[in-house]
């Protein structure tokens, strides 16, 4: 007896625990960011950010260039800075990979974990200190069965900018705040 | 009176469930009419524009089965389900039956038309708005597909992709509620 009420228990506790869920999308958020390592980079020069993301299990986002113009690519847009140039921003290649909903096209796609490199090159007028520069990426996750709407992630990273060894005069008008 | 600590303990393991079950009721809905307040009562009203720029309000509708279908060009899943209902609007459609799409993404109409006519859609695509999505919840699952009797009321609700046999299943049963209900009048 004592093992058919824990029984209903468990059943009514599984119930209670999976109505609906599926309906309210993914529990917890589908991409997250790892903290981002600052960059330190000399004025006038550029060096290289590495922003690294992991995909929750079982789901995956559509890469920066999918196979079909309706599929929504998943795409890093960094805010504008006065003092900081952002260059080119490099996605990875995405796995070619078929689902159950699509077992006869190819979906170019990022799951697991994957980086976005970005490019900065502060200008050599620049004050050195630390910078913070902001964005969001854009990005449309699914899994086997259902797709969810674009979400937008926030994004940060820090840049510490230090002095060029000679040459370039320093700007007296600009101050090593922080920048969004 | 001797109490038997097992009972005690299953009826005490009860209401800890039914509160739980409780609360996170109480957290989902906070979007809309979701976990049962939407099953069996009459589905929400709404007029959107179709594609080809004519307006239709759901309750228009009223006296056929209704497949509702949220859905979206980005939607994979709903790719596969699309060429379902085509076959199923020309089966059922001279019973009464009515499918309905209603595309929750930021496409242009544009962009959408060209979708639905290389799908072959056979049935009215309404531009969507997040008011009707959360009026049915919030859709934040696509596609989500309702059902509705001849009489508006919502027997069924899906999630993501299923398989083509629930989906008839679904319908040949809307069909027949609306029929019954008729039959009372």
């Not at chain 2, 906070?30 to 007029?47: K, L």
């Amino acid at each position: 007896m004592k093992r058919n009420l824990i029984c209903a228990l468990l059943i009514l506790l599984a119930k209670a625990s999976a109505q609906d869920d599926v309906g309210l999308g993914p529990k917890g958020p589908v991409v997250k960011m790892a903290p981002a390592p600052t960059v330190a980079v000399v004025q006038g020069k550029s060096a290289t950010e590495t922003l690294s993301f992991k995909i929750a299990n079982g789901f995956h986002i559509n890469s920066n260039r999918p196979k079909s113009e309706y599929l929504i690519p998943t795409a890093l847009k960094v805010g504008a800075t006065t003092d900081i140039v952002i260059g080119r921003i490099t996605y990875p290649e995405g796995k070619d990979m078929t689902f159950a909903f699509s077992p006869d096209e190819k979906l170019n796609v990022y799951a697991g974990d994957f980086t976005v490199d970005v490019l900065v090159r502060p200008l050599h007028t620049v004050t050195p200190g630390k910078y913070i520069v902001r964005g969001t990426l854009k990005f449309q996750a699914c899994d086997n069965t259902a797709c969810y709407p674009p979400k937008s992630l926030p994004i940060s990273f820090d840049v510490r900018i230090t002095k060029a060894a000679s040459g370039h005069s320093r700007n007296p008008r600009q101050s090593p705040h922080v920048h969004h | 009176m001797k109490r038997n600590p097992l009972i005690l303990f299953f009826v005490a393991a009860l209401v800890g469930v039914m509160l739980f079950a409780g609360l996170r009721n109480a957290r989902n809905n906070r979007n809309g009419p979701v976990n049962g307040q939407i099953m069996g009562n009459i589905a929400p009203d709404f007029e959107l524009q179709s594609l080809e720029g004519k307006n239709l309000k759901l309750s228009s509708l009223r006296g056929k089965a209704v497949l509702l279908n949220f859905w979206a060009t980005y939607c994979g899943p709903c790719k596969i389900e699309m060429p379902w209902f085509v076959e199923m609007q020309k089966e059922y459609g001279p019973q009464g039956f009515q499918i309905v799409g209603v595309a929750m993404d930021d496409a242009s109409p544009e962009d959408i038309a060209k979708f639905a006519k290389d799908m072959g859609v056979n049935y009215p695509i309404l531009v969507g708005k997040e008011s009707v999505g959360v009026s049915y919840g919030g859709v934040s699952v696509l596609p989500t597909t309702f059902f509705l009797d001849r009489d508006g009321k919502v027997m069924f609700r899906e999630f993501g992709l299923q398989s083509r046999s629930v989906f008839v299943d679904h319908i040949k049963q809307a069909l027949n509620q609306g029929k019954a209900v008729q039959a009372r009048k």
